[in-house]
């Protein structure tokens, strides 16, 4: 018995508590600029966050899976001048494809998939995002936008904590209170299933 108990406890410490999708590490990227719409500033990529200073679109490479029950989680932050678009998006050909785009905030209103009204000098908010209710697909391009041509300097925006998940999994989705989501760290199924074994084994040994 005391073997077993050794080996479940040693399980348990090998086990993440969190059964939540990965955060995406942007510095496994190079962002590079979309369409024609790298017009001016830069980005800067530091782990789980990306910087956009300026004026720009930028884009990860990469394979991006959509599936019906998708859901695309983050937080952002923008500073400085309020502009004309904050957003995300996916696409395949490096054309603007407004169905594939989420608009965030911004002054503008554009033909993307409206999904809030976030301006600069907000604060950190979390995005949760049913991307699956707007289409399916797979994309290889991750979009991240931050648009102000009428001043192409003095705006800012920070995406963080970016993770892909399912209505199954521990990512959370708020439906239409999009800007309220809150990160979910749950106790995976595995752990789970060993505190279970566990009790049982112990309550075996109590008969």
């Known amino acids: 018995m005391k073997r ?60 991006f899976d959509i599936t019906a029950d998708t859901i695309m989680y983050f937080t952002m932050e923008g500073f400085g001048l309020n502009p004309e678009i904050f957003g995300v998006g996916f696409d395949n050909d490096n054309i603007v494809t407004p169905q594939t785009l989420f608009q965030t905030g911004g002054t503008e209103n554009t033909r993307a998939n409206q999904v809030g009204d976030y301006s600069a000098g907000d604060g950190s908010v979390d995005f949760a995002i049913n991307v699956g209710d707007f289409f399916t697909g797979t994309f290889s391009q991750l979009i991240f936008i931050l648009d102000n041509d009428s001043m192409s300097s003095g705006s800012e925006v920070l995406f963080s904590n970016v993770e892909f998940c399912t209505t199954d999994s521990a990512c959370l989705t708020t439906g239409n209170n999009l800007d309220s989501a809150n990160p979910v760290n749950a ?13 049982t084994i112990r309550k075996r040994r109590s008969l």
């Open 4 to 63: 077993v108990y050794s080996f479940m406890m040693l399980l348990c410490m090998v086990i993440p508590f969190s059964s939540s999708a990965s955060f995406i590490n942007f510095d496994d990227y190079t962002p590079q600029g979309f369409n024609s719409q790298m017009v001016s500033g830069s980005s800067t990529t530091n782990g789980a966050e990306l910087l956009l200073s300026g004026n720009l679109w930028v884009y990860l490479n990469g394979t």
């Open 187 to 199: 106790p995976s199924v595995a752990l789970l299933s060993l505190f279970a074994l566990f009790f």
